[in-house]
């Protein structure tokens, strides 16, 4: 099973940006896909984005246009790169894998990361 560790997360203002990083103990190559999820207080885990093997990239409504995940296969990590953040982008962000990537929607893997906190505030 895949091991994933977030970092990057922080304190940001409306309007500003963070770059998440995801690395993973193995290739991403070997990953069919691998993505993040997020967790606001009181709510339920919700998917953000994925990317598969292959480059294909998946992104929840409430983010496309702003958020870009991307990987770096020599480092084994992926990135989440977060634009014009707003408050309800706050969460705590989880990397997942393998993520499965369905007509019905998005299925999170087994691994998990341990999470970063974003916090999006004036």
């Known amino acids: 099973q895949v091991q994933l560790v977030e970092s990057g997360g922080g304190l940001v203002q409306p309007g500003g940006s963070l770059r998440l990083s995801c690395a993973a103990s193995?290739?991403?190559?070997?990953?069919?896909?691998i993505g993040w999820y997020r967790q606001a207080p009181g709510k339920q885990r919700d998917f953000v984005a994925a990317m598969t093997r292959g480059g294909s990239t998946f992104y929840a409504d409430s983010v496309k246009g702003r958020f870009t995940i991307s990987g770096d296969n020599a480092k084994n990590t992926v990135y989440l790169q977060m634009n014009s953040l707003k408050p309800d982008d706050t969460a705590v962000y989880y990397c997942?894998?393998?993520?499965?990537?369905?007509?019905?929607?998005?299925?999170?893997?087994?691994?998990w990361g341990q999470g970063t906190q974003v916090t999006i505030s004036t």
């Open positions: 193995e290739s991403i190559f070997t990953i069919s896909a």
């Open positions: 997942n894998a393998p993520l499965r990537i369905r007509t019905s929607g998005y299925y999170s893997g087994d691994s």
